[in-house]
């Protein structure tokens, strides 16, 4: 047995804004035997008490430093994904962190604008359900049969979110401010960017950079579940063998 088939693979996976780890039950019959598999929420979503505000990225890194052990691979989608960039330099580096639908910034040019967000913004703080339940069908709109991703959303979640107003402000705050170029440039961890090739929430540059999976859009763990565990696996098992086999 090489130290590779000796190694499991230990995974953290991190969900996106207004939506907690119920996400990622889609891909739980297809882990590998030899996965851990750990789904967790951020502060404020589902039983998981909400950050004290003002919330920053140092109270975050305190909530969350027990739910991020350096001895996995952190999984980030979306928001996660940004959210877990930040964290790079505030925890203890993990074996590799995979970024779903996600780059350095969430706003782009040919993504969404910020002048989009902002519209979002004023939105949701006139109306947040409306507007979470706008936001699910929305992020569903890149996938092959995007009127049953959507419906696969609402009946994993209903029709409230599972956050507190302010997680989900701070949330969209933090999407419109964070910025993790330097972070990822001089991250101390592999990176890996895996991007729906029908994402219409990532810009062109970032897919340009990302290993691109097919006939997906910014959900793939609802349209390609299969598709997405085996390339989450194989790239963990990667960074994972540069540890065990060192």
């Given at each position: 047995m090489s130290c590779l088939d000796a190694a499991p693979l230990h995974l953290v996976l991190l969900s996106g804004w207004g939506v907690d780890q119920r996400i990622w039950q889609p891909l739980e019959h297809h882990w590998p035997a030899h996965s851990k598999v750990h789904t967790v929420d951020w502060p404020g979503y589902g039983d998981t008490p909400a950050l004290a505000e003002p919330a920053t990225l140092d109270t975050l890194a305190s909530a969350m430093a027990d739910q991020l052990p350096s001895n996995a691979v952190w999984v980030g989608w979306s928001l996660g994904g940004l959210l877990a960039s930040a964290l790079l330099d505030k925890l203890p580096a993990p074996l590799g962190l995979v970024l779903i639908g996600t780059g350095e910034q969430f706003c782009s040019d040919d993504g969404v604008s910020k002048a989009e967000l902002a519209s979002f913004q004023r939105a949701f703080s006139r109306d947040p359900d409306a507007t979470w339940r706008h936001f699910l069908r929305w992020q569903t709109q890149g996938e092959p049969n995007a009127r049953h991703a959507h419906q696969q959303l609402r009946a994993m979640l209903g029709d409230t979110?599972?956050?507190?107003?302010?997680?989900?402000?701070?949330?969209?705050?933090?999407?419109?401010?964070?910025?993790?170029?330097?972070?990822?440039?001089?991250?101390?961890?592999?990176?890996?960017?895996?991007?729906?090739?029908?994402?219409?929430?990532?810009?062109?540059?970032?897919?340009?950079?990302?290993?691109?999976?097919?006939?997906?859009?910014?959900?793939?763990m609802l349209s390609q579940p299969a598709q997405l565990v085996a390339t989450i696996a194989s790239q963990a098992a990667l960074v994972t063998k540069e540890h065990v086999c060192t």
């Amino acid at each position: 047995m090489s130290c590779l088939d000796a190694a499991p693979l230990h995974l953290v996976l991190l969900s996106g804004w207004g939506v907690d780890q119920r996400i990622w039950q889609p891909l739980e019959h297809h882990w590998p035997a030899h996965s851990k598999v750990h789904t967790v929420d951020w502060p404020g979503y589902g039983d998981t008490p909400a950050l004290a505000e003002p919330a920053t990225l140092d109270t975050l890194a305190s909530a969350m430093a027990d739910q991020l052990p350096s001895n996995a691979v952190w999984v980030g989608w979306s928001l996660g994904g940004l959210l877990a960039s930040a964290l790079l330099d505030k925890l203890p580096a993990p074996l590799g962190l995979v970024l779903i639908g996600t780059g350095e910034q969430f706003c782009s040019d040919d993504g969404v604008s910020k002048a989009e967000l902002a519209s979002f913004q004023r939105a949701f703080s006139r109306d947040p359900d409306a507007t979470w339940r706008h936001f699910l069908r929305w992020q569903t709109q890149g996938e092959p049969n995007a009127r049953h991703a959507h419906q696969q959303l609402r009946a994993m979640l209903g029709d409230t979110p599972s956050a507190t107003l302010s997680t989900l402000s701070q949330g969209l705050h933090w999407l419109a401010s964070l910025d993790n170029t330097q972070r990822l440039q001089e991250a101390p961890c592999p990176v890996i960017r895996l991007v729906g090739e029908h994402d219409l929430l990532v810009a062109s540059g970032i897919r340009a950079q990302a290993i691109n999976l097919a006939h997906a859009g910014h959900c793939p763990m609802l349209s390609q579940p299969a598709q997405l565990v085996a390339t989450i696996a194989s790239q963990a098992a990667l960074v994972t063998k540069e540890h065990v086999c060192t």
